[in-house]
């Protein structure tokens, strides 16, 4: 992926449960998530993947990229059905999600390359380091950017043991009680059970 790339290729759309904002989500997404990712660059909560050293050269497995309009979209659909959700999804501006496998050889160089992004971003940036695991072949690390006691952006950087790196950036007014249903909902893996200290 290189950095400032104004077009998205959607290799693999994410699976929802067969229910009304599944199937508005899921005619929605064809249409409308390729485009610009730079749309939210100016909001401090937001995370160009490309800045970040990601040390892979072919096209992500998956790519979910939910901006502002979309998620507005759902949440009045959602509303009815659940109106606790409706009011988190309208607090957020973008939701993007990258993965990009990687050869089971290489699990030890990717984990070091991943950790070496992760302390970089850190020292650059104004976030606040809040997870950082670290093992031999799979490591996980989550940045949160703080405005006063707000959470207005989510970094998260996953080496996963099936051979896959994640990088996921959600901007916006965040509860971060209710990350995981986030997860759940769009079929994000490492978001369902996300544990963040308070």
Known sequence: ???????????????????????????????????????????????????????????????????????????????????????????LQLIHV????????????????VYRAAERFDRRNDWERVVRVIGRRESSFISLKMDRNRVTGLLLMVVDPKHEVFYVNIVGDIDMAQIGRIGRRFKISQLEDLKVPK
């Open 1 to 91: 992926m290189k950095a400032g790339s104004s077009v998205i290729r959607i290799n693999l759309i994410f699976k929802l449960t067969a229910t009304s904002t599944g199937v508005l989500l899921g005619v929605l997404a064809s249409v409308m998530l390729c485009g610009s990712v730079l749309a939210q660059e100016d909001d401090p909560g937001y995370v160009d993947f490309g800045t970040l050293d990601i040390p892979f050269e072919g096209e992500s497995s998956v790519e979910i990229l939910l901006r502002r309009p979309l998620l507005r979209m759902v949440a009045e659909s959602s509303r009815e059905e659940d109106p606790e959700f409706s009011e988190l999804l309208a607090r």
């Open 98 to 113: 990258q993965s990009f496998p990687f050869d089971a050889d290489d699990a030890e160089y990717i984990n070091e390359r």
